[in-house]
């Protein structure tokens, strides 16, 4: 069956120290694979897009990984802060239709 | 200037109403989403409409009808709501079908009792 899987378990980060969340999907083929950032009673906000030709991508202090051998994306967050807390969701193109196929996200707690 | 609006922020109801949520986007884009969102976080896309046209139907209950009266709007109706109704919905939008970039509003949380 198709699965996007993101850890369900909170991540809690020293602040200053890199944060790292994984995604990880089965039975798909993604031409893009997106990450999003949803605060509590906020809709998600776009942050990064990588491409099935592309194995990294860069946003000041963001970065993303895209291996489809692994079928995996890591999404860094260097230097953190108490404000980069937030939940954090992976979202893959699956079809045709352009649809988007989201992971439940993970929470990263950053202490100061 | 909010990008994508929502109204109501909260809907709490009985079961067996009719209720109605309204989301506009200020973008320009062509087209808008429906997502639910259940208590476990995952963000289920119900539908899609591209220059209010329907262009994704998931398997939805036919107790939702979504209504899109030109491409700023797409309002959702949900008939005699039940229990496992009550979850928070999101409107979203993008420039094109195939843009991926998707912008959400900040959500209406229905709970039904």
């Known amino acids: 069956s198709q699965k996007i899987e993101q850890n369900s378990e909170a991540l809690n980060i020293q602040e200053g120290k890199t944060a790292t969340l994984t995604c990880n999907y089965t039975n798909y083929s993604p031409a893009y694979l997106q990450w999003y950032r949803q605060d509590p009673g906020r809709g998600p906000v776009f942050l990064l897009l990588?491409?099935?030709n592309e194995k990294e991508k860069r946003k000041e202090r963001l970065k993303v990984t895209f291996d489809t051998t692994l079928k995996q994306s890591l999404f860094h967050i260097t230097a953190s802060q108490p404000a980069d807390s937030a939940t954090y969701l992976c979202?893959?193109?699956?079809?045709?239709?352009?649809?988007?196929?989201w992971g439940a996200g993970t929470k990263l707690i950053i202490k100061p | 200037d909010t990008a994508v609006s929502q109204t109501p922020k909260y809907l709490v109801t009985q079961m067996g109403n009719d209720k109605s949520i309204k989301c506009e986007q200020n973008?320009?884009?062509?087209?808008m989403y429906w997502y639910k969102q259940d208590s476990k976080k995952f963000l289920k896309i119900m539908f899609s409409y591209n220059n209010k046209e329907l262009i994704i139907n998931e398997t939805v209950p036919n107790r939702f009808s979504p209504k899109s009266p030109d491409k700023a709007h797409l309002n959702l109706h949900i008939n005699s709501l039940e229990l496992g109704d009550s979850a928070v919905y999101f409107c979203?939008?993008?420039?094109?079908?195939?843009?991926?970039?998707?912008?959400f509003g900040p959500g209406t949380r229905l709970t039904v009792l």
């Open positions: 990588i491409r099935e």
């Open positions: 979203a939008s993008s420039q094109q079908s195939t843009a991926p970039e998707q912008f």
């Open positions: 979202a893959l193109v699956a079809d045709s239709n352009y649809q988007l196929i």
């Open positions: 973008l320009g884009h062509d087209t």
